[in-house]
């Protein structure tokens, strides 16, 4: 299966079967590995996600390279390469010209008609090339690529609106404003997925696929270990791991994790620098990292449901 012609199709399998498919962040080898062996150990679909970041920091062949590499050698895992946090035209095309099958445009920082017009745009390209498009509406707030929302400006997603957005635009997946929030500092106390919220959306949109952006739950014990090991990341919070299950079996076909991934890495490879001061083989703090994100990626897929969703 590999790279999927057809993304539309897992995502709706996902939707019709009450499963999220985890969408993980791709910036470096050792993630990309970890995240495909916590997948096909636990035999579930995958989205890869680049970010403009991403690929700006890595190069987009040389990841879209280690990604085909990785579906070669786990050809039993189908993957959606997606394009996240697209800002404009430009960036989605250049993403569907290098391979991806799957781009977001996020138009959510603008108006509602600008947002129409721009995703509209995009849906009309990427349609033609046979990739599928992911639109927002509403804002979550925090920082994610080129976008910054102040709590106060955040504005969850009106379902009346989502319904007129959708048919003006025909995009095929929709991420939502549900409560949740980009970046590691998410909330003053866990935070809860808006699931009355997320329910309505779901009554109004039959046949659309959701996506839940902000979805990191930052898990205390590697925030724990950040901070025994010389880092500072007091306060960091997530979305409780019980409301996006819930979520997930209520429309929600696409969980965004990116943060956990930096958490882990970071957790780790602090730990290797002070309890082993004097190494300096990248393999020593780089290996121990990718096996505790694996670890942490296979919990994830457990909270997704989306554990031996594999067909065929």
Do not use: W
Not at 107 to 135: C, L, P, Q
Not at 143 to 168: G, N, W
Not at 191 to 217: A, C, F, N, W, Y
Not at 233 to 260: F, M, P, Q
């Amino acid at each position: 299966m590999a790279i999927v012609k057809n993304p539309l199709e897992l995502m709706m399998d996902a939707y019709e079967n009450g499963y999220a498919i985890g969408a993980f962040n791709v910036n470096n080898m050792e993630i990309s590995q970890a995240i495909l062996g916590a997948h096909a150990a636990k035999n579930a679909p995958l989205i890869l996600q680049l970010s403009s970041g991403a690929r700006k920091y890595a190069n987009t062949k040389m990841l879209m390279d280690i990604i085909y590499s990785l579906a070669d050698q786990y050809p039993q895992i189908p993957i959606i390469v997606h394009q996240d946090h697209g800002a404009d035209l430009e960036t989605c095309v250049s993403a569907i010209e290098a391979g991806f099958n799957s781009v977001m445009i996020d138009a959510s920082h603008y108006d509602f008609a600008e947002n129409v017009r721009i995703t509209k745009e995009v849906v009309d390209f990427a349609h033609a090339k046979g990739v599928i498009v992911e639109a927002e509406l509403g804002k979550l707030g925090g920082i994610e690529e080129h976008v910054s929302v102040d709590e106060k400006d955040a504005r969850l997603t009106d379902p009346a609106e989502a319904v007129d957005f959708k048919a003006q635009t025909g995009c095929d997946t929709l991420a939502c404003a549900i409560g949740t929030s980009h970046g590691a500092y998410k909330f003053q106390s866990d935070g809860k997925v808006d699931i009355p919220r997320v329910q309505k959306l779901t009554e109004v949109l039959p046949g659309v696929p959701l996506v839940m952006h902000g979805s990191s739950s930052v898990p205390q014990e590697y925030v724990k270990i950040v901070n025994k090991y010389g880092g500072d990341l007091a306060g960091a919070r997530g979305v409780l791991e019980e409301t996006i299950k819930e979520a997930s079996k209520l429309g929600i076909s696409k969980v965004n994790i990116d943060t956990d991934l930096r958490l882990v890495m970071t957790a780790m490879i602090r730990k290797v620098f002070i309890e082993s001061p004097k190494e300096f083989d990248p393999r020593k703090y780089l290996g121990p990292a990718r096996d505790e994100i694996q670890k942490m990626v296979e919990h994830k897929i457990d909270v997704l449901g989306s554990g031996g969703k594999i067909r065929g």
